[in-house]
């Protein structure tokens, strides 16, 4: 099987680093045990863009156990863990990604997934989906339908659906909620501040931290930081969510004004332009600068680098600008998601709900797939209880259930009080 990796010499240290997944995935895990019996994705072809960790070589061996033939790049170009990579080319898996692939390279390899002409596709980000739209139409002929995980990608995809654009189906598996209200909001909360700690060192609490969107990632990001003792400030633009920042206890405010205050810098907004010119003008000697959003536009860094006078790599995904008013900026990860390229992304105990939901959503396009109109779906709500109840159980939960008499409450609309 043809496969483009950094070093196949790090499939062992992989393995060891898929097994240690596997054991915090017990969802996943019982999964594969039944449809590795009953084979439901036999005869699809599913070509998979998405970040390359210990998680998604979990999902990824699980859709094959499962009768699927896969082939694998990943979402961005700064997150796939090589030795994972090394670890799926050694198992003979189609896997095209590398830490630090240039844009050239990661289209290369999205094309080279598009090869085995799928019958599937599953995105993080919508780039694999946008690619078959853009450059390879005609693929879709064989395409069923497609699955996306992250916010920006069902948000990109909700507007080729308005816009009548879409050549096949999509289920927004983002927005089942055993994926957003978990995935996002614990996963994101805790797996920005390993990237930031990785590559910091620094101490967080009694740090002014302005965490930009408070959606389900900066509602996580900002109940994780305030608890490791952080002076957290929000900003917004919507003003339902900026009430619920201020009902929460958090400082919220404009980012003119935060841009003054803020020791560390947090975009999550999945918008461009967050961070620009006026306000790098404005931070305090130190500021720490980072993106926790899908794309690396949130943070300007044209127009950091257009203030500085001098850069360089002072540690590990921890780049120092020096502007020219003599104050030192330092931007993480480059502006991308500091998460999954300073560290492993999400745990795995999160991921193991959110690639059920992809598993199950492919199992649903490769059964019904075809009676489907091309526009966005929702996950049933069957589907996310059956997630949420299998996590429950395999973690030792048992919860009541309603009587007869109960259901019959419920359902009535003539008994009051
Ligand atoms: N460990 C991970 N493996 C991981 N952490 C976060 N994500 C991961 N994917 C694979 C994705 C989340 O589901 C990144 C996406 O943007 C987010 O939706």
């Not at 930081?225 to 917004?236: L, M, N, P, Q, R």
């Not at 109840?389 to 609309?413: H, N, P």
Request: a negative charge; one cysteine or more; aromatic letters at 6%.
């Amino acid at each position: 099987m043809e496969y483009k990796i950094k070093d196949i010499n790090l499939a062992s240290e992989g393995r060891r680093n898929i097994d240690w997944a596997e054991s915090r995935m017990p969802v996943m895990m019982d999964f594969r045990k039944k449809f590795s019996e009953t084979k439901p994705l036999a005869g699809m072809k599913i070509a998979g863009c998405l970040h390359v960790t210990k998680e998604t070589a979990v999902l990824v061996e699980t859709l094959i156990a499962a009768g699927a033939e896969v082939s694998w790049s990943g979402c961005n170009p700064l997150s796939t863990k090589d030795d994972i990579a090394a670890a799926l080319a050694a198992e003979n898996i189609a896997v095209f990604a590398w830490y630090g692939m240039s844009t050239e390279e990661f289209y290369w390899a999205i094309d080279k997934t598009l090869e085995m002409k799928p019958t599937l596709t599953l995105d993080d980000g919508a780039d694999l989906i946008f690619r078959v739209h853009s450059d390879f139409p005609e693929q879709a002929e064989h395409i069923i339908g497609g699955t996306e995980e992250t916010t920006t990608g069902v948000h990109r995809l909700r507007a080729m659906d308005r816009a009548g654009k879409l050549l096949y189906p999509v289920i927004a598996v983002n927005d089942a909620e055993t994926k957003s209200d978990f995935d996002n909001v614990y996963g994101t909360g805790q797996s920005t501040l390993d990237g930031i700690l990785r590559s910091t060192n620094i101490i967080i609490a009694g740090k002014i931290v302005v965490i930009a969107g408070y959606g389900h990632c900066g509602k996580g990001l900002a109940k994780n930081a305030s608890g490791i003792g952080a002076d957290v400030i929000i900003t917004e633009v919507d003003p339902i969510q900026a009430l619920k920042a201020a009902m929460d206890g958090f400082r919220v405010m404009e980012m003119d004004d935060a841009a003054k205050q803020g020791d560390l810098f947090i975009t999550a907004t999945g918008m461009k332009d967050i961070l620009v010119e006026r306000h790098f003008k404005v931070m305090k000697e130190g500021a720490i600068v980072c993106n926790t959003g899908h794309y690396d536009a949130e943070i300007n860094i044209g127009e950091l680098e257009k203030l500085a006078k001098s850069k360089r790599e002072i540690r590990e995904n921890n780049e120092e600008y020096t502007l020219e008013n003599e104050r030192r900026i330092y931007l993480l990860a480059k502006g991308r998601l500091v998460n999954l390229s300073a560290a492993e992304g999400h745990p795995s105990e999160v991921m193991d709900m959110s690639f059920a939901n992809q598993l199950l959503s492919l199992i649903n396009l490769a059964q019904k797939g075809k009676d489907l109109e091309n526009k966005v779906y929702d996950i049933d709500r069957k589907q996310d209880e059956s997630i949420a109840s299998l996590k429950l159980s395999l973690m030792g939960y048992k919860i009541d259930t309603l009587t007869e008499e109960q259901i019959r409450y419920r359902d009535a609309y003539y008994e009051g009080t």
